[in-house]
């Protein structure tokens, strides 16, 4: 299988430990979404990061549905996802807040990137942040409601856990925002991201530079 994406998305981070903790070797071609656009969009018309390249030369598009496959690959009672009940949707609860709050962080980066700053929407950026941080408040609970367990479902890591790291440390770099008014969840993100397997798919997130009239995009 071949993993296209660097490990500053942390779309793409996200299927990289979970490959790595299912035991699935991948070739990871670490394009860039920038860079790369033309190199990836031969594999994936949307020119996105993660692409996920099957050895039967089937392309999938969105991380979920490449999650989804592995999850299935792995089996029940193996999968990184619990199969059922009130445990799975906790899990998908948190995860959809987690992803809830790193899309609309990709749109606050984006904004930076592509619109010259004095065309910047303070509205708009105003209207993502307050979405972030209401996200992480309630991630924040869901982390001070598991203090003395391992894991944010059950006694074992789920995509829920991988979810919350991954997408916590890109939003602390990218916005950039501290995590301050957020101690459970910092404690969280920070042993997750203390775990080889976190640490060996990660690159710090390289700022771009905000376009201006002086410099246009
Ligand atoms: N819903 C998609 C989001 C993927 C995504 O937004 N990836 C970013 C990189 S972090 C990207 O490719 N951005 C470039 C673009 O959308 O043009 C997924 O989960 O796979």
Same mark, same amino acid.
């Given at each position: ?29 670490? /394009?860039?979404? =920038? ?24 392309? $999938?598009?969105?991380? #979920? ?10 089996? @029940? =009672? ?6 059922? =009940? ?5 899990? *998908?609860?948190?995860?959809? $807040? ?25 509205? /708009? ?5 307050? *979405? ?12 001070? #409601? ?9 006694? #074992? ?27 459970? $969840? ?27 009239? #002086?410099?246009? @995009?």
């Amino acid at each position: 299988m071949i993993l296209i994406g660097m490990y500053d998305s942390s779309y793409t981070r996200r299927v990289a430990i979970a490959m790595a903790l299912y035991g699935i070797g991948f070739e990871h071609r670490a /394009w860039s979404v =920038g860079r790369d656009f033309d190199r990836i969009r031969q594999y994936n018309p949307l020119g996105r990061a993660p692409t996920l390249v099957l050895d039967d030369g089937e392309v $999938l598009t969105e991380s #979920a549905m490449m999650l989804d496959y592995l999850d299935d690959r792995a089996g @029940a =009672g193996h999968a990184l996802m619990p199969a059922t =009940g009130i445990a799975r949707r906790d899990a *998908q609860r948190l995860i959809a $807040l987690a992803t809830g709050a790193i899309d609309k962080a990709v749109l606050i980066v984006l904004e930076r990137i592509f619109r010259p700053v004095e065309h910047h929407s303070e509205l /708009w950026l105003s209207r993502c942040r307050t *979405q972030v941080e209401g996200a992480l408040y309630e991630l924040d609970k869901a982390c001070a #409601a598991r203090v003395g367990h391992d894991w944010l479902v059950g006694d #074992a890591m789920t995509h829920a856990d991988i979810a919350v790291a991954c997408f916590t440390s890109h939003l602390r770099e990218a916005i950039p925002l501290a995590l301050d008014p957020w101690p459970a $969840l910092r404690a969280h993100v920070d042993r997750c991201e203390a775990l080889p397997v976190f640490r060996d798919h990660y690159i710090p997130f390289d700022a771009p530079v905000p376009t201006s009239k #002086a410099t246009p @995009a």
